[in-house]
């Protein structure tokens, strides 16, 4: 854990704040709006992410490592292994600097983490601890979500776009359920930590975001394909305001009798449909789908 201090929860906090600021003003460094950079500078939310994350002596993946912050806490955690990946070479000297002081713990990639298999990272199973770049936030979770079952990473701990939160979390027949929520919870279990404001980043975001911790479920959940489901979920979704019924016959098939076999009534749109009926009409839609 992180070593205690006499000095105030004031004190502290402006040190830290203080801290930031010298990594950026120092290297001269500014955000890049085309990748999405708003950094964590908020200690106390810092902490929460900790104290959720649970690292120690575990294997740890950082996306978006930036200043390296959030990197130098998980770190301090006595976690086993921390490895970030850093799209951006501006951040190049921190990593380095961390590298060689905490030599046996701590990897980096410079890359982008959509273009690369993240299993392949460590053989051992591993977390995912991220205030994830905005602009990547959707493709990123979906990634994870499509892996083999069950997956290598033990859990989540994701900084995103409330908006985003709020899809996750979307409760059936709500404007916010979609693909995205079924995808995500078919095989997860989804918890909202809390909600950030913008003032705990620099530069401040025009929105709220929040953090959520991804669970995968081991085997209570209905059986079918990824892809076969987020193809049904494309075809049941290209139209939120027509039937399921109007819906699937995008598809080369019988919709009348498909729905009938899933035991869904014709006349229900796609976001009042639960998990399960799209698992169904997944399996059963399968020929129409290749």
């Known amino acids: 854990?992180?070593?205690?201090?006499?000095?105030?929860?004031?004190?502290?906090?402006?040190?830290?704040?203080?801290?930031?600021?010298?990594?950026?003003?120092?290297?001269?460094?500014?955000?890049?709006?085309?990748?999405?950079?708003?950094?964590?500078?908020?200690?106390?939310?810092?902490?929460?992410?900790?104290?959720?994350?649970?690292?120690?002596?575990?294997?740890?993946?950082?996306?978006?490592?930036?200043?390296?912050?959030?990197?130098?806490?998980?770190?301090?955690?006595?976690?086993?292994?921390?490895?970030?990946?850093?799209?951006?070479?501006?951040?190049?000297?921190?990593?380095?600097?961390?590298?060689?002081?905490?030599?046996?713990?701590?990897?980096?990639?410079?890359?982008?983490?959509?273009?690369?298999d993240i299993d392949e990272i460590t053989k051992n199973n591993y977390s995912v601890v991220s205030n994830l770049p905005y602009n990547i936030s959707v493709p990123f979770i979906i990634n994870m979500a499509k892996k083999e079952w069950p997956p290598k990473w033990n859990h989540l701990i994701l900084t995103v776009q409330k908006e985003v939160a709020n899809r996750l979390l979307a409760k059936i027949g709500s404007r916010e359920y979609g693909r995205l929520t079924i995808l995500l919870n078919w095989r997860n279990n989804?918890?909202?930590?809390?909600?950030?404001?913008?003032?705990?980043?620099?530069?401040?975001?025009?929105?709220?975001?929040?953090?959520?911790?991804?669970?995968?479920?081991?085997?209570n959940f209905p059986k079918t394909s990824f892809e076969n489901l987020e193809k049904i979920l494309r075809v049941a979704f290209s139209f939120r305001r027509k039937t399921i019924k109007n819906n699937l016959k995008l598809l080369n098939l019988d919709p009348d009798e498909i729905l009938k076999k899933s035991n869904i009534q014709s006349s229900l749109r796609p976001q009042n449909l639960s998990i399960e009926d799209f698992c169904n009409l997944a399996n059963l839609c399968e020929t129409a789908l290749l």
């Open 190 to 219: 989804i918890e909202l930590i809390c909600n950030v404001k913008p003032s705990s980043f620099y530069p401040k975001p025009k929105v709220v975001s929040s953090i959520i911790k991804i669970t995968p479920k081991k085997n």
């Open 1 to 116: 854990m992180l070593q205690k201090s006499q000095k105030t929860g004031k004190e502290m906090k402006k040190e830290y704040k203080t801290s930031f600021k010298k990594v950026f003003n120092k290297n001269k460094i500014k955000p890049k709006k085309s990748l999405g950079q708003n950094f964590l500078h908020d200690k106390n939310i810092i902490e929460i992410i900790l104290g959720t994350a649970d690292v120690s002596n575990r294997s740890v993946i950082e996306v978006g490592s930036g200043p390296c912050l959030l990197t130098e806490f998980l770190l301090l955690e006595n976690a086993e292994l921390v490895v970030a990946v850093e799209k951006d070479e501006t951040f190049l000297p921190q990593l380095i600097d961390l590298k060689k002081r905490f030599s046996s713990s701590f990897q980096f990639l410079i890359n982008d983490v959509l273009d690369i």
